[in-house]
């Protein structure tokens, strides 16, 4: 049986170092070279998936076209490659002992004890190669946490038996590093690189490949110290240095010659470039923008920075669309919304705070928290011709506001923010999935109420939507328990808001749009989960050009 070369990423000194870029990067240099390359997140925490997390904790939830709830890594890999990943590209401790738990009530074990060895280890091996076709070259994997954490040592363990089992031809580990530069001594300190690969050894694993994450070169001494105490061959110690841009990881790491490298563990380097001319066109527009434009994200989840992760890049890949830079500030929503103003000292205070901005976006999010001030943003967006940009809350709200301040609706609400009132947004009880009709069963399973993963999309004929999709037929990723009630859609179209996208059936609102606005879209779905630095999304590119022109005429 064919075995597939698998590389394992690891983590050590302290998190947050970047392993899924150190990931994503190497998966885009070997495609680089004409392999064909799978990436795979492991994490140790205890949720069956990201999907009931704060973001605030732990970043995005970013979602697959077959609908699982994942990693943020997730994204940086889709973007980085430029594939779909899938639900088999995930996998977590909760999911893990979920499976063996479940095996164990089933009788499968046949009565054994069951254990952390082999049971857990054995299942994570068994998740290790699942839908990995014959023709991916190389399969990256991805051990998220530190090597150390109590959490982290079944996984550590299942990819030392797995190794042993395939092989060092078939296998390779990186682990990355931190390398701190002290300033009060002005040297690097190769210490916590030492302890760090010490953990691995404990555990009867020895990286071949070394990538030390600094803020300073590494000069040839500390270099040549970290191959003597770490057991690695100079040449394979690879500085892993801050970059101005994570798209230019895959050429610096080129430069640091981290593929010439792995391609000789596999024994397949061959003295031939990497066709990189792609990433130094996409990293040369990003450092040489012809223009600015300053963007508003009206959200709610505002401590943790990867909280709007993928919004943020969709906005990198339509600015370098555009040869603008686009300067994102995330404005927390409840800063719009101070209980003692009258409705015009609201309006004035609102743009007050927005007037500085080519463009506002309002992400989706949870809750009645922040509601009042991103229906604020919206009606200063509406009535001020400023590109507006609804992504599924957003969407919701916009209607809201739309129903509200244009159709007179004044009690236009969502069964999400209030018990009472006339509920133009609600829970969706059915829908067509899959040929059959699936009923809700209540919110009880917090995890398995929502509309997850990708839809299609009828566009109007003739519509903006249509026009800048350049097609009548999409398919976008969903993420949401919550429908536009498809029953005020001639109220809306009366009074201007084209819905110009419904799901092929014709009852789930998708898209809706404001024709004689300057650019107003509000979107049920996820646009930004499928941006890419190559295939920027059509409507991240042209709200950016919007935003442009909304600036050129102030």
């Not at 899924?20 to 390359?37: D, E, P, T």
């Not at 940009?389 to 969502?414: H, P, W």
């Not at 026009?467 to 993420?479: A, L, M, P």
Request: aromatic content about 8%; some cysteine; overall charge neutral.
């Amino acid at each position: 049986m064919t075995v597939t070369r698998t590389i394992f990423v690891t983590g050590g000194v302290m998190s947050s170092l970047g392993k899924g870029i150190v990931a994503s990067g190497l998966a885009a240099l070997l495609q680089a070279h004409g392999y064909k390359v799978r990436l795979k997140k492991f994490d140790p925490y205890l949720n069956v998936d990201p999907g009931t997390m704060n973001p605030n904790q732990h970043g995005e939830v970013f979602v697959t076209d077959d609908g699982a709830e994942t990693d943020l890594d997730l994204g940086h890999y889709e973007r980085f490659v430029h594939e779909s990943a899938s639900r088999y590209d995930t996998v977590t401790s909760g999911r893990v002992y979920s499976d063996v738990l479940a095996a164990e009530r089933r009788g499968d074990y046949l009565g054994n004890t069951v254990q952390v060895i082999p049971h857990i280890t054995d299942r994570i091996q068994e998740l290790l190669p699942v839908d990995v076709k014959e023709d991916v070259d190389f399969l990256i994997c991805e051990i998220g946490g530190t090597v150390g954490d109590i959490e982290g040592l079944p996984f550590i363990e299942a990819i030392r038996q797995f190794s042993q089992k395939v092989g060092s031809q078939n296998s390779l580990f990186i682990h990355l590093t931190y390398v701190p530069y002290l300033a009060s001594a002005g040297e690097i300190k190769t210490k916590p690189s030492q302890h760090a690969v010490k953990e691995l050894l404990h555990v009867g694993i020895q990286p071949q490949i070394l990538m030390c994450r600094c803020e300073h070169p590494i000069p040839a001494e500390a270099r040549r110290k970290l191959a003597l105490f770490c057991n690695i061959d100079k040449d394979n110690v690879i500085e892993a240095s801050d970059v101005d841009t994570i798209y230019a990881v895959p050429l610096k790491y080129h430069q640091s010659g981290l593929d010439r490298q792995v391609l000789k563990h596999f024994g397949l380097w061959k003295e031939q470039e990497a066709d990189l001319s792609q990433w130094n066109d996409f990293v040369s527009r990003l450092r040489s923008p012809k223009a600015e434009v300053k963007i508003a994200v009206v959200g709610k989840y505002n401590e943790v920075k990867d909280s709007y992760k993928s919004i943020l890049e969709s906005f990198i890949h339509a600015g370098a669309a555009n040869e603008a830079k686009v300067k994102v500030e995330i404005l927390p929503a409840e800063d719009l919304e101070p209980q003692s103003f009258k409705t015009d000292q609201l309006k004035a205070f609102v743009k007050e705070k927005l007037s500085e901005y080519d463009g506002i976006l309002v992400p989706g999010g949870y809750g009645l928290r922040g509601s009042q001030g991103k229906i604020s943003a919206i009606e200063y967006a509406r009535e001020n011709q400023v590109p507006f940009f609804g992504i599924c809350f957003g969407m919701q709200l916009a209607v809201i506001e739309y129903c509200r301040n244009v159709l007179g609706m004044k009690d236009a609400t969502s069964s999400e923010l209030e018990k009472k009132g006339n509920m133009v947004v609600g829970l969706l009880t059915e829908w067509e999935k899959d040929g059959k009709k699936a009923k809700r069963t209540g919110e009880e399973d917090m995890g398995g109420t929502m509309r997850l993963g990708a839809y299609p999309c009828q566009l109007i004929k003739g519509s903006g939507a249509a026009k800048i999709y350049g097609t009548s037929q999409i398919s976008e990723r969903h993420r949401h328990r919550y429908e536009v009630d498809v029953k005020i859609k001639p109220q809306l179209e009366k009074a201007g808001m084209v819905v110009s996208g419904l799901s092929p059936d014709g009852k789930l609102p998708e898209i809706v749009e404001l024709p004689d606005h300057s650019w107003f879209y509000g979107m049920q779905f996820h646009p930004e989960l499928k941006s890419r630095p190559f295939q920027p999304h059509p409507m991240f590119k042209s709200f950016i050009q919007a935003a442009l022109e909304h600036k050129q005429k102030r």
